[in-house]
């Protein structure tokens, strides 16, 4: 029992506490940044902060698992938040029950686009097989993506980088693509956030309102779901 509690620091990164200083600090000056900013998407927080870490990550020399390594803690505190937005879906429930059939073929046609417009666009570059099995989970939350990649042949940290580019390019251009085409209802906004660019979405549909995040939440579990059964699928079909 002892050994357990004295190596809870190194379990949970906390032996190396500067990295996840770092990581607290740029997030909070990137934040800063994006309120400066009047809420410009191209200085959205997790853009700028990934871009302070990796500047400190440069100028050090360190290595990225070093720094992965210190920052555990917060990787184990992704459960728990995941788990907290089950708070506004209860909040919004009869609003969602009264929407489930679009709700339902927004997910399939979502989902689908996503998976067949990757794969389409990677084979017309001709990109190998492997890294189709990588990029088509890119819409999915980032440990779903990295198993459902797994599973279909893929390598893990490639689709985690391509979860993380979908997440904050989406995330930038939403905006202007929902004005463009005239899209106000914070429900369809919150689903098509959720739904393309995972946690990232869900953070920006939660700056726009609780309904938008509401459904954004929704989005990205259901979608985790869907595509988690959905992909392997057709990589198998695929053979």
């Given at each position: 029992m002892n050994d357990f509690v004295f190596s809870l620091p190194d379990r949970l990164g906390v032996a190396q506490l500067h990295w996840l200083a770092l990581t607290c600090v740029a997030y909070g000056l990137a934040l800063r940044v994006y309120r400066r900013s009047g809420g410009n998407p191209f200085f959205l927080p997790v853009l700028v902060a990934v871009l302070i870490v990796l500047g400190v990550l440069w100028l050090t020399d360190t290595r990225y698992s070093s720094y992965q390594a210190g920052n555990q803690l917060l990787v184990w505190l992704i459960g728990p938040v995941t788990v907290a937005l089950a708070v506004p879906l209860y909040v919004h429930l009869s609003r969602l029950r009264a929407v489930w059939l679009p709700v339902l073929l927004a997910l399939i046609a979502g989902a689908v686009t996503a998976v067949v417009a990757t794969i389409a666009i990677a084979w017309v570059l001709g990109a190998e097989r492997l890294t189709w099995a990588s990029l088509?989970?890119?819409?999915?939350?980032?440990?779903?993506?990295?198993?459902?990649?797994?599973?279909?042949?893929?390598?893990?940290?490639?689709?985690?980088?391509?979860?993380?580019?979908?997440?904050?390019?989406?995330?930038?251009?939403?905006?202007?693509?929902?004005?463009?085409?005239?899209?106000?209802?914070?429900?369809?906004?919150?689903?098509?956030?959720?739904?393309?660019a995972h946690a990232i979405g869900v953070a920006r549909a939660f700056q726009l309102n609780e309904t938008a995040g509401a459904f954004a939440a929704l989005a990205m579990g259901l979608h985790a779901i869907f595509g988690a059964i959905l992909i392997p699928l057709i990589f198998g079909f695929l053979g």
């Open positions: 088509a989970p890119k819409s999915l939350t980032m440990p779903i993506a990295m198993d459902v990649a797994d599973l279909a042949g893929g390598i893990a940290a490639l689709a985690s980088i391509g979860v993380a580019l979908t997440g904050i390019f989406s995330a930038m251009v939403a905006g202007r693509l929902f004005n463009f085409m005239g899209i106000a209802d914070p429900r369809t906004v919150g689903f098509s956030l959720g739904l393309t």
